[in-house]
């Protein structure tokens, strides 16, 4: 039996980050940038003010009350006056407007009495007060963001401020999702084995798409066609596909397994290889250990084809809740929840069933409280480490 670290090095080894393509500005949230992008365009690209108000030369507001003639108005952002300001003048301007020439400042509109052209400035200004200058944010040329980024929606208004319409980003990963077990019964409600296997393929799938995958049809007939069609994905994974008969059926067509015999609870039957060059994950049947798996290798392995660094997620450490005993050969992970204690501190409750089949508890669970082969019996208010789910 080989360590669930072990298994992953293996594993991720062998992934590659997938090739880049160029899409529109509305599908890059998600997506990993493949490529630095400079800015097209100065931000703001003149001298703008900060707020309505009034610019005027700092030196005409040095005293107060300050009596000034205002020349007329920017109405709107992108607008412009004609002439300069010069001594003793004013010009009204709205947040974002450009600042006429001759002006070095501006004094919000609440600090202003006006009546016609003639203005009274009620408070002192300073040489570049609410003055946003040429390139504050930045300029023509900088390089604002680079390859490996996880663009957010932060990143997104960003790169449109820049000009950007269109960027270079890892290609989203392609999943077959095979189920071993027959075909799935309608989720109806009513009962039947196969609501397992429906259960395992829906939650693959959401993992997929919280991964910013897309699902590779692999339709219904024998195995053969069936695994014919998933060549057409980046990673085929088999929930279920982790028993004996299913194994030997795999490597009657070919798969060649690279892992086999993990040393982890709930997931021990996880296989991982290769058919022809296609990577293939063969996962338990049980819905949690579907799930735990999911989030220790179908995780990381779908975040480095973005082009992500590969991670099962936030971990950290906690104080146990309740005693534990001795642990065994497998590193095992417990479902548990978590909450803190008037004094912040995180604590890891483990529930008293961690039956692989409870997917309600799985469900629940805030976190996974990570056992280490053979550990020894653990007191409650000793620190564990965890996974935040």
């Known amino acids: 039996m080989i360590s669930v670290g072990e298994a992953l090095e293996i594993i991720l080894s062998g992934i590659e980050t997938l090739p880049s393509e160029s899409v529109p500005i509305l599908d890059m949230r998600g997506r990993t940038l493949a490529e630095a992008v400079a800015a097209r365009r100065t931000q703001p690209p003149v001298d703008v003010s900060a707020t309505d108000g009034y610019a005027l030369r700092a030196a005409d507001a040095a005293r107060i009350p300050a009596r000034l003639t205002c020349l007329g108005s920017v109405p709107k952002k992108g ?3 004609a002439g300069r300001v010069s001594e003793g003048e004013c010009v009204e301007v709205v947040a974002g407007g450009p600042l006429p020439p001759g002006a070095d400042a501006v004094v ?10 003639r203005v009274v400035v009620k408070e002192p200004a300073r040489s570049g007060d609410q003055v946003r200058p040429a390139g504050m944010d930045f300029t023509e040329g900088r390089v604002l963001l680079r390859p490996g980024r996880l663009l957010a929606p932060r990143d997104v208004a960003l790169l449109a401020a820049m000009g950007i319409d269109q960027v270079s980003v890892t290609r989203r990963p392609r999943v077959a999702i095979l189920s071993a077990a027959d075909p799935l019964a309608p989720l109806d409600g009513s009962p039947g084995s196969s609501h397992f296997a429906a259960a395992n393929a829906a939650g693959l799938a959401a993992l997929v798409f919280s991964q910013v995958g ?4 692999t339709g219904s007939g024998d195995l053969e066609h069936r695994l014919a069609a998933a060549q057409a994905a980046d990673l085929l994974v088999i929930p279920g596909g982790g028993t004996a008969a299913m194994r030997a059926a795999l490597r009657a067509h070919g798969f060649r397994p690279s892992v ?10 996880m296989v991982f290889g290769h058919l022809d060059a296609l990577p293939v994950l063969a ?7 579907v799930g735990v798996i999911s989030v220790l290798f179908v995780k990381p392995i779908l975040q480095k084809m973005r082009g992500l660094p590969p991670s099962t997620g936030a971990s950290g450490m906690a104080r146990l809740g309740r005693d534990l005993a001795e642990n065994g050969r497998h590193q095992t992970y417990l479902r548990a929840d978590l909450y803190r204690e008037p004094d912040g501190t995180l604590v890891a409750n483990p529930f008293e069933k961690q039956d692989n089949a409870m997917l309600a508890d799985f469900a629940r ?4 409280i990570v056992r280490p082969p053979f550990a020894p ?5 000793d620190r564990v ?4 789910l």
Do not use: C, F, K, Y
């Not at 996962?283 to 250990?289: A, I, K, Q, T, Y």
């Not at 019996?377 to 208010?381: L, Q, V």
């Open 79 to 81: 607008g412009a006056v």
């Open 385 to 388: 480490e965890i996974i935040l």
């Open 260 to 269: 086999d015999s993990l040393a982890v609870r709930p997931g021990r039957t």
């Open 377 to 381: 019996p653990t007191r409650a208010g």
């Open 108 to 117: 919000p509109q609440d600090d202003v009495a006006r009546d016609g052209a």
């Open 283 to 289: 996962l338990p049947g049980n819905p949690v250990s």
């Open 365 to 368: 669970a805030d976190g996974l």
């Open 214 to 217: 897309d699902l590779v049809e």
